[in-house]
C-alpha cells in the first residue's frame, strides 16, 4: 500500500464560446482509494462532474467565455493492488466471460482487431494462454515499435502504427489491445497518472480481462505499474481522451506530475513490474 500525489495544471486562451469535457481526476476503485482530491479554475466557473458509462468514468464539464482560463487538479491517492504471480493467471473461458465485459473484444475507433486478427494468430496463436500471452504480446510491441514524440495524431490508428512501426504511449497500448482482441482476450484502454514518467505527462496503459480479473500492462515500459494512477477506462483513447473541447480553445500550457507522497513512509514506488497487477 502506498500513496501517490498528482497534479495538473492547464492553460487555455478562449476565443469563442467552447464546452470543455475533462477527464483529468483520479479514479476511485477497489484498489485505489481517493484520500483527497480538488479542482481550481480562475475565472472563477461552475465545473460539473458528469459519471459516464458502464465503467463509471467521470467527466468534469466546464461551459467558458473568451477569456484565458486555468484550470488545475491536485489529489492524493492510496494503492493497494492485487499483485499475483504471473505463471498462476490464465485466460478466462470464452463461455464465461461477463456480459458487460464482452464489448472489450470487439473492434473500436483506434484498435482495429478485425483488420489484425489473421496477423495476431499468426504471431501469439500458438503461445502459451493466459498472461504469458499477453505478456509476449507487450514484449513484440515494445520490441517493433520506436518510441517517437510527435509521430503520430488524433487520427492514427493500431493498423497505421503496425505499417508505421512508431508511435507514443497510446499507440503502443492501441496496438496491444488490438493484438489481445485478436486472439480473444478482452483488453481495453486506461488511461492515468504515472510516478517518473519521462516526460512528465498523462499516459496510457492498458488491461487485459485474464482469469475473471483486469491485470495491468505498460507495452510502453516508460514507468512502473507500481505507480499507475488510474483517471478512466474505455474501448480505447477515444474513451478516456484528458480533454475534449467543443468550441474555439487553444491550449497554451500543460503541466501533468505524479509523485510519491511525502506522508508515505515506504521508500520508493513498489517495483511491481514483473508481477500480474490488477486495480480495477
Not at 498472461?131 to 490508428?157: M, Q
Amino acid at each position: 500500500m502506498q500513496q501517490i500525489d498528482v497534479s495538473c495544471d492547464l492553460t487555455y486562451q478562449i476565443r469563442q464560446s467552447t464546452i470543455f469535457l475533462f477527464q483529468i481526476a483520479a479514479a476511485q476503485t477497489e484498489h485505489q482509494r481517493l484520500i483527497r482530491g480538488q479542482f481550481r479554475i480562475e475565472p472563477h466557473l461552475n465545473i460539473e462532474i458528469c459519471p459516464i458509462g458502464i465503467e463509471g468514468n467521470q467527466l468534469q464539464r466546464i461551459v467558458a467565455e473568451p477569456c484565458e482560463m486555468h484550470f488545475s487538479y491536485r489529489a492524493t491517492v492510496e494503492l493497494s493492488p492485487d499483485v499475483e504471480v504471473p505463471t498462476t493467471v490464465g485466460e478466462s473461458i470464452a463461455a464465461q466471460i461477463p456480459a458487460e465485459i464482452l464489448t472489450y473484444l470487439n473492434p473500436s475507433r483506434y484498435c482495429e482487431s478485425d483488420l489484425l486478427s489473421k496477423f495476431a494468430f499468426e504471431e501469439f496463436g500458438n503461445v502459451p494462454r493466459g498472461f504469458s500471452r499477453v505478456k509476449a504480446i507487450c514484449d513484440w510491441v515494445n520490441s517493433h515499435l520506436e518510441y517517437t514524440p510527435g509521430s503520430t495524431n488524433a487520427t492514427t490508428t493500431a493498423a497505421d502504427v503496425v505499417l508505421s512501426r512508431t508511435g507514443v504511449c497510446r499507440d503502443y497500448a492501441h496496438l496491444a489491445i488490438t493484438l489481445c482482441r485478436g486472439v480473444g482476450i478482452p483488453a481495453r484502454y486506461v488511461a492515468g497518472y504515472a510516478v517518473d514518467l519521462h516526460p512528465p505527462d498523462f499516459h496510457g496503459f492498458f488491461e487485459a480481462f485474464l482469469d475473471g480479473h483486469w491485470y495491468l500492462f505498460d507495452p510502453a515500459r516508460m514507468a512502473s505499474i507500481g505507480g499507475f494512477v488510474r483517471i478512466g477506462v474505455g474501448r480505447d483513447a477515444a474513451d478516456a481522451s484528458f480533454a475534449t473541447l467543443i468550441g474555439a480553445a487553444l491550449m497554451t500550457h500543460k503541466v501533468v506530475q505524479a509523485t510519491k507522497s511525502t506522508n508515505d513512509s515506504t521508500a520508493n514506488v513498489a517495483d511491481i513490474s514483473q508481477a500480474a497487477v490488477s486495480t480495477a
